[in-house]
């Protein structure tokens, strides 16, 4: 089952600057394949944490994302393919002249807490344990004197698979960390932002915050791991993409969390069964076709799923890196097609309501659809050439909301990370 180191090499994602790399690139002018293989970032992803001026109030904004394809698999060190969406959480804050931290959000109770006492999480499902997730993530690195009010509204759907958990950690962090006069590196975020997941007692990978973080406008990102890497990979000018609600909310912070977990540690535990440190280093060292011979021969129930859902998405991610640079649109939502299949047979976080609004778009004309997220309800990313977007996004309205689709789709457009949004001084 073993195989040689450039087999190995063949089989995974095309490693290029990544982010030791200086050059940016405009995704908005480079076409299908301009990007090559080479992985490119922008300095302000690359460069080290610098002194920010210090500001005694200003504005944060960190989007959502959409993963196209790649689907529980960050988490097991494995590339993905998400893109950030033009839907944003903005946080507008004011430095204090003490540790008091103080949230607000319409239609939430305000919830506060101070940075210099033992940051312990509220119960679970609470909106203000993610406030504080991030700063006890940071003050595991910076040292935070200054408190913040911090006053938060959204674009963005609650539970819906879009990372909106993670905008809103991120954005409250950056906040805190702007009125300490903290700006950090893309690379100095992404040792502390994942972390600060655990305090929510999501064990996730760290694709939500890459994204979020380092997306480029126009582009979908390529991120990789261990250590992580992003590429931004152009999408060509003529596909479309729609987010579709099933209407199911999926709230990770409360019981979806478990499920979330249990299929995590299922896949570790189905590696680590076949003789592998993990799924990552299976895939690195032995032949995938062998690799799934022997799963399905060896092992039973959720571990046999959840690793062979993993291997095959994987593999689903390379190739679906390969249609995006060719602008090979029928190839591209063929892959998401069996991502969703793998997604709802063999991992099992689909439900009916997912079902239904996947097969509805694909009855209205979408070449491709499929669960987006951590599933068991949220949303589905649709896609479909640019001339029939009105054509399919009618069909879906007709087929599953019955009615209108008002609030419930709208349209993915590949936007900036919060980097970039910051870099432009705007939001």
Not at 20 to 28: H, K, L, N
Not at 388 to 408: D, K, L, M, N, P
Request: proline share 5%; aromatic share 6%; hydrophobic share 45%.
């Amino acid at each position: 089952m073993r195989r040689d180191a450039g087999a190995a090499r063949a089989a995974a994602p095309a490693r290029g600057g990544g982010l030791e790399a200086e050059s940016a690139v405009d995704c908005r002018r480079a076409g299908p394949g301009g990007m090559g293989r080479m992985a490119v970032v922008a300095r302000l992803c690359a460069r080290r944490a610098e002194p920010a001026r210090m500001r005694s109030a200003g504005r944060i904004a960190v989007p959502g994302r959409v993963n196209l394809i790649g689907e529980h698999i960050d988490y097991h060190g494995l590339a993905v393919l998400p893109m950030a969406l033009d839907r944003r959480v903005i946080v507008e804050w004011s430095a204090r002249g003490d540790s008091l931290v103080r949230a607000t959000s319409e239609g939430f109770e305000p919830r506060e807490f101070a940075l210099d006492r033992p940051i312990e999480p509220w119960p679970p499902g609470d909106w203000g344990n993610y406030v504080k997730a991030g700063a006890a993530a940071a003050l595991q690195k910076w040292r935070l004197e200054r408190g913040a009010e911090l006053r938060v509204r959204s674009s963005l759907p609650v539970a819906a698979g879009l990372s909106s958990s993670t905008a809103l950690m991120t954005a409250c962090t950056l906040a805190l960390l702007e009125a300490n006069g903290i700006r950090p590196s893309f690379a100095e975020l992404m040792e502390v932002l994942p972390e600060g997941e655990y305090f929510v007692g999501t064990r996730g990978g760290g694709m939500d915050h890459a994204a979020v973080l380092g997306a480029r406008e126009g582009c979908a990102l390529l991120v990789e791991f261990d250590p992580v890497r992003v590429a931004p990979v152009p999408v060509p000018p003529r596909w479309a993409f729609f987010v579709a609600d099933s209407g199911v909310k999926a709230e990770k912070s409360a019981a979806v969390k478990a499920e979330y977990n249990r299929r995590r540690f299922a896949g570790q535990r189905a590696a680590e069964r076949l003789g592998f440190a993990g799924i990552r280093q299976a895939l690195e060292t032995a032949d995938p076709g062998e690799l799934r011979r022997v799963a399905e021969s060896s092992l039973e129930g959720t571990e046999r799923g959840c690793f062979l859902h993993v291997i095959g998405e994987a593999h689903r991610v390379q190739e679906a890196v390969e249609a995006m640079r060719e602008a090979d649109a029928e190839r591209f939502g063929r892959l998401l097609n069996a991502s969703h299949e793998s997604l709802r047979d063999l991992l099992r976080v689909s439900c009916a309501e997912l079902d239904r609004l996947v097969e509805a778009a694909r009855e209205s004309g979408a070449l491709g659809a499929r669960l987006t997220g951590a599933g068991f309800g949220g949303a589905a990313v649709v896609f479909c050439p640019e001339e029939q977007a009105e054509r399919v996004a009618a069909g879906i309205e007709r087929r599953f909301y019955e009615g209108t689709a008002e609030g419930r789709m709208f349209r993915a457009v590949p936007s900036a990370g919060a980097l970039e949004l910051i870099a432009r001084g705007g939001a």
